[in-house]
């Protein structure tokens, strides 16, 4: 299947500050990519979907402003966690549409660790 | 209507064993039907997926199978092994038109057991 990667695996950063993950299509363009979100134990939830050069659009109750989301081109997207909080800590996964053959596919990453102290 | 209720929470097999995860929906705009296993730490891999235009889909040692009309799918994993332990989740999406996100259970923690 298709390769999703992220960079990066793990990130340990100060409450206030901004972390920036990257999401990439390594082997297909993915005009459509999603950001979700896990806390432990639990399903994955969709912060936002993201298409190639327009605007994210975000689920309800995601603070559009707190998690910038850039999709500049067809193999990468970008989630920004602006001023981040102890309460951000959570495992983010990107996920990209590969659109090629008949039927369209979801891949996921391998996820991002965040941990804000 | 966009719930994708799914079960058991957890399940526990013996080697060997079929472990049968059941997911239902509601919403019967969803035409597409992924199952993904997710390892501790790990993003979920997609690992088989059915459309409602048929029953029962098989690739290698997993099996889904799809009833429309009780608007249901479960997932068979025939001669379990340990390394089948992980997280399961079915997910639901509808036609592209609109509604293409997809919608994910809330999971089942399988473990088997050698």
């Known amino acids: 299947g298709a390769v999703v990667s992220q960079h990066p695996s793990w990130v340990i950063c100060k409450s206030g500050t901004s972390v920036k993950i990257e999401c990439r299509s390594l082997?297909?363009?993915?005009?459509?990519m999603f950001w979700y979100r896990q806390f432990p134990k639990q399903s994955l939830m969709l912060m936002a979907t993201?298409?190639?050069?327009?605007?994210?659009?975000?689920e309800q109750g995601v603070e559009k402003d707190k998690f910038l989301i850039n999709h500049a081109s067809l193999t990468l997207s970008t989630l920004t966690v602006t001023s981040a909080h102890p309460e951000d800590s959570s495992f983010y996964i990107c996920?990209?549409?590969?659109?090629?053959?008949?039927?369209?596919?979801?891949?996921f990453g391998p996820g991002t660790r965040l941990l804000v102290l | 209507q966009q719930q994708v209720k799914q079960s058991p929470q957890s399940l526990i097999v013996q080697k060997g064993g079929i472990p049968i995860i059941n997911c239902a929906y509601e919403?019967?705009?969803?035409?597409?039907f992924p199952w993904y296993q997710q390892f501790p730490g790990k993003g979920p891999a997609l690992l088989i997926a059915?459309?409602?235009?048929?029953s029962e889909k098989k690739e290698g040692r997993f099996t889904i199978s799809f009833n429309k009309s009780a608007k249901q799918f479960s997932l068979h994993i025939m001669d379990s092994q340990p390394g089948d332990s992980a997280t399961y989740f079915c997910?639901?999406?509808?036609?592209?038109?609109?509604?293409?996100?997809?919608?994910f259970g809330t999971g089942t923690r399988l473990t088997i057991i050698p």
């Open positions: 919403n019967t705009a969803f035409d597409y």
């Open positions: 993201s298409n190639e050069g327009s605007k994210a659009t975000y």
């Open positions: 997910a639901a999406r509808g036609p592209n038109f609109g509604n293409e996100k997809l919608t």
């Open positions: 082997d297909f363009q993915a005009t459509t």
């Open positions: 059915i459309r409602p235009d048929v």
């Open positions: 996920s990209a549409r590969d659109w090629g053959g008949v039927v369209e596919t979801q891949y």
